[in-house]
């Protein structure tokens, strides 16, 4: 139960009043008592050694015996910066440091807690109200990575301590899951949610409330609700965050949802790979039931849910609606045609709804805020906010939330920091295997659902993956074809060997040259020109998304890149140096000094040499492993 | 020899359908694959004939046929991954355990897995040993990463 269950309130006198406040104000930890320490333990957190980073930190608290308190906290959403530990002072703001791995901790905190913050690169301080400012500190809200996010959904992740329910009922949680019960019928609910404009942020984009008055019309003896939280796009770790680092978020939106339709039973999907986003989810369901905000007649509203768990079984096209419902009654994953929709016909029959993770996190955020916050933010038809998770060739990896609108120049240069390495930009690829790639010239395009159809991409799940100049994108389709036909589910023709013989064109194209007969050149140029009418086949003709949408990464990069491919074709070239079997290799005869290093690491006997004198590469033995580049100390083998 | 699943199959007394899954999942991550024998007592366990409960399980990557290593070593081949040079990562760790993906070394201690994506992409290439998590993986740190495990196999010999 929560603490002050065993510690009732006496609402008569005085010293009560100011006793909630006190317990409100530890909860939110405005104010603290004595010194704290938070260490961001969300699974990016851990993989960069959050966990001897906290180890650390506990064992200099009771080397030193001080008086401090430790706190584990999820991602705030700069992977790129972890692990990540904050010191927060009585009265003062909270402080941010970064890449405090475990051999740095007791340094850091032996200075920290005393004020001096010299010792360790910060992130900068957080700006409470009513917290004096540390003088000489940036404030996190100018740095680059956060100037430009609007906080909806990420709002606790990274701040608040996840498996605490008090926390997160102090900062206003559950409040407006309380008010809805009491003073909103479902109508309202779903009308309300309906003019903020939220539309789903799977990926699918159809309007929330209308989906939700769907269901509520539908007639039945039971209605569910499902969280999609399968996350199966490649690139994609939005959801995960939001699980591990605020999940009473999700678990208020999910109730919200299932009382606007009237469900009683609710199912949250989640991927297997996400043991820690599992573990932090059933704690907070566990809570939420110990104090009655979720079982029987909640609040002595009548209203009943009870929500469990579904792990997924690695099976991408489960993200798909019905293929989902197919896997929770113990099928097979695979689609079945639409109509009848979910809403009206969906898990074991009855009216479904399904919504991603953050669709249902931006629920309490629109009702605490007000529908037209949400809708100030944001295009005309796009509003409100998008979380997307910045990775591949960027400075600044991480999770971003930016309102609708936000360019994608801004988003990859400024909140991202650009290129590393004094690489150039090449493309950024949106939408998982589902969507896009974009090139430079396009940048400018500013993300909503309907403008980036224009350019051949989809906004998506929010994945985002930077390419630079370094990256083939005749790989990146063959990369998404690949991927797309081990998921496949079989089902229907179009997909099931359509996206098989898009798979072999590509391979072909990139096969060497020395491998390939004059029928198959015949074919590979036959095959290319296939391709168009191919993908427009598949995306017509296949049974669900997965299909109708394969050949967008294919049909993007052709788009775009179209030299590039006509050099794999005709040139038999890959500029980029990618696609082994096309990169041909030589050895520089001024640099070479013939240690015979690259020779004895040939798999082929391809190099030719005596010692001490410069070696040769016989092109029509070369199988294109790239060992020698690898292994020889004087950079002497170059690619082209 | 299986370790023994009647526990499990007893906290599914009078299961449906809808409860295969979860099923298979927990003989899984007991026995660490699912065997021919646990198929047929999954499916007498839920009234369904083997031919079912095979064709639901072959359908989902996460169901393995065969006994497992010490180690699952997982590597992640999303895109963020790929872009980062995953592919390098695997050619390594196939030469350095002489195993192709789904197979277990020869020594017992290793075996290796191919997944689609673990969610950490921020850190990419991402490798997991054991379900310990290893980020900005290089093909020149395999071989010490391995031999870590390799070490910790040997200590838990020596102690037990």
């Known amino acids: ?640 | 020899m299986m370790p023994d699943i009647t526990a499990i199959l007893d906290k599914y007394e009078g299961a449906g359908r809808d409860q295969l899954i979860p099923l298979l999942q927990d003989v899984q991550e007991q026995c660490g694959y699912v065997s021919k024998e646990a198929v047929g007592l999954i499916g007498a366990r839920l009234n369904l004939p083997r031919s079912k409960v095979y064709g639901v399980a072959t359908f989902y990557n996460q169901f393995r046929f065969k006994p497992v290593g010490r180690y699952l070593v997982q590597v992640c081949r999303g895109t963020a991954c790929h872009v980062k040079g995953s592919a390098k990562i695997l050619e390594a760790l196939q030469a350095a355990l002489r195993v192709e993906p789904g197979d277990t070394s020869p020594d017992g201690l290793f075996t290796l897995e191919v997944v689609a994506c673990i969610g950490a992409c921020g850190l990419a290439p991402v490798i997991t040993v054991g379900g310990e998590f290893h980020a900005k993986v290089t093909p020149e740190k395999i071989d010490s990463i391995l031999d870590s495990y390799r070490k910790k196999a040997e200590a838990d010999e020596r102690d037990s």
């Not at chain 1, 309202?188 to 008055?213: A, M, N």
């Not at chain 1, 605490?368 to 979380?387: E, H, I, M, P, Y």
């Not at chain 1, 696609?579 to 005869?589: Q, S």
Request: glycine share 12%.
């Open chain 1, 1 to 640: 139960m929560a603490r002050w269950a065993d510690d009732p309130l006496d609402l008569d006198g005085v010293h009560s009043a100011e006793r909630v406040v006190e317990r409100l104000n530890e909860y939110r930890r405005n104010d603290v008592p004595r010194a704290m320490i938070f260490v961001g333990t969300g699974t990016c957190g851990l993989g960069a050694g959050a966990g001897a980073t906290v180890a650390e930190a506990r064992a200099w608290v009771e080397r030193t015996g001080a008086d401090v308190d430790i706190v584990e906290v999820g991602c705030i959403g700069l992977c790129a910066a972890e692990p990540m530990l904050d010191v927060q002072l009585p009265g003062y703001q909270r402080v941010s440091f970064v890449r405090v791995t475990g051999d740095k901790v007791a340094a850091l905190l032996d200075r920290a807690l005393q004020g001096d913050f010299a010792v360790q690169s910060m992130l900068g301080q957080f700006r409470r109200d009513g917290l004096a400012a540390w003088p000489d500190v940036p404030f996190i809200d100018e740095h680059p990575f956060f100037v430009h996010q609007r906080r909806w959904v990420l709002a606790n992740c990274g701040i608040v301590d996840p498996e605490s329910l008090d926390e997160y009922i102090a900062r206003g949680g559950y409040r407006a899951f309380a008010n809805v019960l009491r003073t909103r019928t479902r109508e309202e609910v779903c009308e309300l949610i309906d003019q903020s404009g939220l539309r789903g942020r799977g990926g699918g984009g159809f309007p929330t409330g209308r989906k939700w008055k769907y269901a509520l019309a539908a007639q039945a003896d039971q209605k569910y609700l499902i969280c999609n939280a399968d996350e199966g796009d490649p690139g994609a770790f939005m959801d995960r965050a939001v699980i591990e680092g605020d999940p009473h978020r999700l678990v208020e939106g999910m109730a919200v949802a299932a009382y606007a339709i009237g469900a009683s039973k609710a199912y949250v999907y989640i991927r297997a790979e996400y043991p820690l986003a599992i573990r932090r989810l059933k704690r907070a369901l566990a809570q939420a039931g110990e104090i009655g905000l979720l079982g029987y007649n909640i609040l002595d509203s009548g209203f009943n849910l009870d929500i469990a768990i579904k792990k997924g079984a690695g099976a991408f096209v489960c993200g798909e609606e019905t293929a989902l419902i197919h896997s929770i009654e113990g099928k097979r994953g695979m689609p079945r045609p639409r109509p009848p929709f979910p809403a009206q016909r969906g898990l074991f029959d009855r009216p479904t709804i399904i919504n991603n993770v953050e669709t249902l996190a931006n629920v309490p955020g629109i009702l605490a805020r007000g529908s037209d916050a949400f809708a100030a933010l944001g295009t005309q038809s796009s509003k409100g906010t998008k979380v997307f998770a910045l990775s591949g060739n960027v400075d600044r990896t991480g999770l971003v939330e930016v309102p609708m609108g936000t360019t994608l120049r801004q988003i990859v240069f400024e909140v991202g920091g650009g290129i590393p390495d004094g690489r150039a930009y090449k493309a950024v690829q949106i939408g998982g295997p589902s969507g896009g790639c974009i090139p430079e010239q396009h940048l400018d395009v500013e993300i909503d659902y309907e403008s980036l159809k224009a350019v051949g991409a989809i906004i998506g799940s929010g994945g985002l993956v930077v390419m630079d100049d370094h990256t083939c994108m005749v790989d990146v389709a063959r990369f998404f074809m690949e991927f797309i036909q081990s998921e496949s589910c079989g089902k229907c023709i179009p997909c099931r060997e359509g996206t098989r013989r898009m798979l072999e064109i590509l391979e072909r194209i990139i096969r060497p040259r020395r491998e390939e007969t004059r029928l198959e050149t015949l074919e590979r140029f036959q095959g290319v020109m296939e391709m168009q009418r191919l993908a427009e086949v598949i995306r017509d003709t296949s049974l669900c998304g997965l299909g109708q949408t394969a050949p967008n990464p294919v049909l993007s990069t052709l788009r775009w890149f179209r030299e590039e491919y006509e050099a794999h074709v005709f040139e038999r070239k890959c500029p980029a140096g990618v696609c082994r079997g096309l990169v041909e290799y030589r050895i520089d005869p001024k640099i070479c000094r013939g240690c015979t290093l690259c020779a004895k690491k040939c798999p082929a006997q391809a190099i030719m040499g005596a010692p001490k004198s410069p070696h040769y590469i016989l092109a029509d033995k070369c199988v294109g492993c790239g060992n020698c580049v690898d292994v020889c100390p004087f950079g002497a083998v170059t690619t082209e």
